[in-house]
């Protein structure tokens, strides 16, 4: 199994600040053929399903705001919130969607600071 | 409009089991991957089972001989049977589309509890 390890497991950041959240697959979820990286970004909020930030490791969800970017490729990603806004309070998991057992992180909490 | 509904969850004791379902509107789920994701309580995300269009279906470790997933695609239906229930299967149970799940349902609480 593909084991994914994110980090911090939780930060607290000032309103309109950077949030920068770090994923490591311990595999690579590149596949060549297509060279797509088969990594997605989720938020969860309190009592809420998880919502779909990012796929594809950097192609955004239709209505996600700009200020969530999503990079890297291999076995290194960051999920980036470049002003962190009041409503972007929440839990955030990164999930490899390579081969036939999928994975999440295990979860990165985003406080005001 | 796509919608996700779940049901069949409730209080179980172990060594039971459970079926799950979760019914689809706005799509055809055979068209798709779909899956189970559990969220025990206060913890993490877990993806449990999917099936493929194709109708090949894949399990997490934790699940594999005693979770079985199906689909009734006259239904529009998705399905996870759960056998030899444990204590530690106590979670939510989210059915989600595709792999990079863009859409998911509300969830259903299943509790294995004597």
Not at chain 2, 48 to 77: E, L, P
Not at chain 2, 95 to 112: F, I, K, N, P
Request: with cysteine; glycine share 10%.
């Amino acid at each position: 199994d593909i084991v994914m390890t994110q980090s911090p497991d939780s930060l607290a950041v000032s309103l309109g600040e950077r949030a920068t959240i770090n994923c490591k697959s311990s595999q690579s979820v590149l596949y060549s053929s297509n060279n797509k990286n088969y990594l997605a970004w989720y938020q969860q909020k309190p009592g809420q399903p998880p919502k779909l930030l990012i796929y594809w490791a950097s192609t955004r969800e239709s209505g996600v705001p700009d200020r969530f970017s999503g990079s890297g490729s291999g076995t290194d990603f960051t999920l980036t919130i470049s002003s962190l806004q009041t409503e972007d309070v929440a839990v955030y998991y990164c999930q490899h969607y390579y081969g036939s057992q999928w994975t999440f992180g295990q979860g990165t909490k985003v406080e005001i600071k | 409009e796509v919608q996700l509904v779940e049901s069949g969850g409730g209080l179980i004791q172990p060594g039971g089991s459970l079926r799950l379902s979760c019914a689809a509107s706005g799509f055809t789920i055979s068209s798709n991957y779909m899956s189970w994701v559990r969220q025990a309580p206060g913890k993490g995300l877990e993806w449990v089972s999917a099936i493929y269009n194709s109708g090949n279906t894949y399990y997490a470790d934790s699940v594999k001989g005693r979770f079985t997933i199906s689909r009734d695609n006259s239904k529009n239906t998705l399905y996870l049977q759960m056998n030899s229930l444990r204590a530690e299967d106590t979670a939510v149970y989210y059915c989600a589309r595709d792999s990079m799940m863009g859409y998911w349902g509300q969830g259903t609480l299943v509790t294995v509890s004597s």
